[in-house]
């Protein structure tokens, strides 16, 4: 407050120009002084507020948001996420293409695929798919030496088929060896299981129509006894015969042959069945 006294008495202080009675006969009282020091202080402190004032609007701007016709940011600023969200994509649409190739490579279908989950659990025959894998021969073997039956091929393949609960069979998909390509499966007739006076147990019959390869169509009957476990049933001991008539043994009754009248089944190959996919 001194300093501003003084200076107060400075800005009173006569110029040099003035002779010496003018500066002696017009000194200035003490309010002056305190008068002129208070209108320096009043003028500092002006400033000083003026100067604060307009540092603290700069530096707070900063932290004000935005207004609404603000010019929007980048498009990295904008949405962060974004870049990750179109590498993701990007993976998977590769890992996608990548999975298509193997499955063209190795030819897998949808059945082969199937075969990787473990096999189902069949409780009734109705509604159920079984994957057969046979082996049988065209003709059955001789009984004696007197039965003239010329040697033949044997057959081996899979045959998948679907027992449906209509008593109809349907064929899925047939499988044969690579040096059996020319034998067919045309058609799978209905199925029955019926329980056998012998042993009191339940058989599994069907039949199967097959092109042999020198174009022939024969009729082969299937059989398995069926067996339970655990609430899921399985085959057992399939067998493979054909139906032939008793007369091609030459065996006669008499006067009368029986030709076209009676028939036996004979044994040609055996099956084994297990639980499958569509």
């Known amino acids: 407050f001194i300093l501003l006294l003084v200076a107060g008495?400075?800005?009173?202080?006569?110029?040099?120009?003035?002779?010496?009675?003018?500066?002696?006969?017009?000194?200035?009282?003490?309010?002056?002084?305190l008068r002129n020091g208070l209108l320096c202080f009043l003028n500092m402190s002006l400033v000083q507020s003026a100067f604060v004032s307009s540092a603290s609007s700069k530096y707070s701007a900063a932290s004000l948001p935005l207004p609404l016709f603000?010019?929007?940011?980048?498009?990295?600023?904008?949405?962060?996420?974004?870049?990750?969200?179109?590498?993701?994509?990007?993976?998977?649409?590769?890992?996608?293409?990548?999975?298509?190739?193997l499955r063209e490579e190795r030819g897998a279908s949808a059945t082969e695929l199937n075969n990787d989950l473990p096999p189902p659990i069949y409780n009734n025959v109705k509604d159920s798919v079984w994957t057969i894998s046979y082996l049988f021969s065209e003709k059955p073997a001789p009984k004696?030496?007197?039965?003239?039956?010329?040697?033949?091929?044997?057959?081996?393949?899979?045959?998948?088929?679907?027992?449906?609960s209509d008593g109809y069979t349907e064929i899925i998909s047939h499988k044969p060896s690579k040096d059996d390509k020319a034998l067919k499966m045309v058609k799978a007739w209905g199925w029955d299981v019926e329980n056998s006076n012998e042993d009191d147990k339940d058989y599994l019959l069907f039949s199967v129509d097959v092109q042999l390869p020198d174009g022939k169509k024969e009729k082969f009957y299937m059989q398995a006894r069926q067996e339970s476990e655990s609430n899921s049933i399985f085959f057992q001991e399939g067998t493979v015969t054909v139906k032939q008539d008793v007369s091609k043994s030459g065996s006669r009754w008499g006067l009368f042959s029986p030709q076209g009248i009676l028939a036996e089944f004979r044994f040609v190959g055996n099956f084994v069945a297990r639980p499958s996919r569509v």
């Open 9 to 33: 008495r400075k800005l009173q202080s006569p110029s040099k120009e003035q002779p010496c009675s003018a500066r002696r006969g017009n000194q200035p009282s003490f309010n002056m002084w």
């Open 70 to 101: 603000a010019s929007a940011p980048s498009s990295k600023e904008e949405s962060p996420g974004k870049e990750f969200i179109d590498k993701a994509s990007t993976l998977r649409r590769e890992a996608l293409e990548m999975e298509q190739k």
């Open 144 to 164: 004696d030496d007197k039965e003239d039956i010329e040697p033949s091929s044997r057959f081996g393949g899979k045959l998948t088929v679907f027992f449906k």
